[in-house]
């Protein structure tokens, strides 16, 4: 028969067995560095601390109230540790290089190494935490009663100890047991390698007994998952309804997943007792799997505990009175060994964490205050103080879990306490999240935000849990304050219709959010502010790390060793300043303190007292710089203003520099458009005074009376008639080239065969051709190509290009080769001859107007506008028209047209 006092023996046993396992553990991982205490499988054992007597006891009795909801506890973590890449690798990456040491260590340093903040967020997370602590003695002394009243007799030694006196002595040797192990060194970022190795024990304990409980009640008892579901649903019990994924389904998974982050011992273990970063990685996948495990069988335990205990059962402790009903007295005490587990490996860590918080950012900014903080004592005053404090501290806090113990054990439910504490430390998130992502986050924003956050949690969540103990409490949960309706705790702000926890989740990081963001907008960022801004969001960039915060001053190697000494200890200090010298390469005693140096010693410094002491202690002692660190930002603000001015000048200057070349080119083109102009009217002149002096001739010796025969007469009328027709032809080709260039002439492209239009010209040209003697070879031809032109203007580029073939051919057995084909979307003709070709350095002159190619040194006739026109119509249509290289010895002119 199991019994109390065994119990309490197994108890006693077990929390020995932890002290040696905690002290072999820590002589290990300091003996080697490469100990299994440093692998992964320890590290994501010990974030199982979040597994606490909730989850091992209120699990089950969550789900046997509220269905499919206990699966939120798990939810929130899981999402997390799966995308551990965005959030916690950065946390850790900062917590590394930033020597944190706390999460109130962490805000603090991320917003200009505020200890105001650092109080603040102290005492809420004291606050936050005590429903918790007093979670883990009411599971505790819930379970040692359950097993008190299995049975006759087997309620022993505890025959008139009420729960209060119990949970007392229990508070009192886990305080013990967390002195003596928790506070053995001052440094806080030092990892707490027995204790880890402590705690990854205990995962495995209660991770034991709940899978052993849930294989003995769902086959041993119940027949299997089908027969329990089978038997809970006959008995008309529901784990599922319209409402299990509302609103509160998923306001209990953001807590869950903000208290992964956010809680002071998950912080403790996820991030200052990271060894390596690495271990993220094993752990982003390991952790949901121990979570799976932990929650498979809570649902079945949950379901046979509601169809077969009795009426009234206390569903909190089905894991362990289930057992004791089946007479399983050796299962029974391996449940309660694990509830043990859970309950105890919370309260040790978490009374680590704060109480590092209070002696960092509480008691040491008192004797930094005071004129005797630093120069007095024997070296060891700082060491030992920091020592008492957390000792004290530790002391405190489980009293303070042991009184609202007291005050509110009236509730048989352990998940609504967990809850109080989950919602009171997601009052951090959003400091955290802005401070990791958001350059402009502000001190005053976030203190602002955290502060209200707190206030709105404080009433609406934390008050209420006093109602059923306090008058008071109760008058104001249904009249309000002052009779105000309107600022009833459970309907803020006239809200109602909601559930409790989301009515308080909902006001409490929504004013949390808006006060960080309206606050932030609004204020400036001191200097400090903004160097740690940088450096927590672009941690992983390279040079994001300064090397330190302070101007070279006054203080010299002596009286930074002597602050070193005080807080980090002889040795620890002694190998500091060595090593600094080591790298400088002189004596420790000529080491001249850098900027740099001071930085490193700050860190070191903050890893035992925190990042707002650690930085308040050096600045005493760096005193007498000539100027500060602001009146430097300052400067530096100056000098990057004059540095943007000066940009914007140069931008400036280079635009002015770009304008007047573009100024300078346009005025060369107008000049060279000028000279294309008289050039052209020159040519026009030319070409109009040619055929007008012939026309004058001749006609004046028509109208002279003298003897001229027919024969001279009709010779002379001819060539008038002929000039005219030149000249005509000139005009017109002037006009039409005019109309072109200016876009005057009415044109409208449409689809056209162009294989037609070249085998038009072709014709056209045909009897040109005979008259020449000319061959025309006929090459690749395609068949019809659409192409968008004119019809009849692609006719006369054609003919205009076969006709200069036959003008400058002056081979005795003249040749034309005609080819077309279509390639990479273009219609291309090759129209190519063998005559003298065109001089090189005719080449770039041939399409100009009143450029015509020469020919035995003569010129043809022509007026030179032909090719020029020829490659307006062809610009016109989208194509090109140019020399192409040819097998011929002559000239080629190549047409490409783009197909449609």
Sequence with gaps: MLSADFVIISAVVYVGLLFVLAYFGDRRARASKTSFLHSPAV?????SVYCTSWTFYGAVGNAARSGLEFLTIYLGPTIVFVGWWFVLRKLVRIGRTQAITSIADLLSSRYGKSNRLAVLITLIAVIGITPYIALQLKAITSSIQAVAASSEGARGSLAGVDDGALAFGIAAGMALFTILFGTRNVDAKEQHHGVVAAIAFEAVIKLTALLAVGIFVTFGLGGGFEAIYSRAAAAGIEIYSDNTFGSRFLAMTILSGA?????????????????????????GWAFPAYLLLMSIFTMPIALYGLTNMPAGANPDMFVLTLPLAAGQSGLALLAFIGGFSSATSMIIVASIALSIMVSNHIIMPIVLRSSSGIGQGDGRGVTRLLLISRRISIALILTLGFLYFSLTGDSDALAPIGLISFAGVAQFLPAILAGLYWRDASLKGAATGVFVGFVVWAWTMFLPSFETVSPVVARLMVEGPWGIGFLRPEHLFGLDGLDPLVHSVFWSLFLNVFMLVVVSLFTTQSALERIQATVFVDIFRRGAVPQGNFIRGSATANDLYFVAERVLGERRAAALFETAARESGVEPAQLDPSPEFIGRLERELAGSIGAASAHVMLSKVVSGSDVSLEEVMQMADETQQVIQYSQQLELTSAELRSTAQKLEDANAQL???????????????????TPMTSIRSFSEILLEPGDLDDGQRQRFVSTIHQESLRLTKLLDEILDLSALERGERAWENRPTDAEAALARALGVCDALLRQRGMTVELGPRTRAAMVDGDADRLCQVFINLISNAVKYNDAEQPVMRVSSLVRSGHYVVDIADNGGGIAKGERKLIFRKFSRGRHNGTDQSGAGLGLTISRQIITRMNGTLELAPSALPGACFRVRLPVI
Excluded: M, W
């Design 259 to 283: 208290a992964i982050i956010c809680l002071p011992r998950q912080f403790q273990i996820t991030v200052v007792e990271n060894s390596n970063e690495n271990h993220l990685r094993t752990a």
């Design 43 to 47: 590290y994501t054992l010990s974030i």
């Design 671 to 689: 000049r060279e458009l000028d000279g294309q102009k008289d050039d052209f009217l020159s040519q026009v002149s030319h070409e109009v005074r």
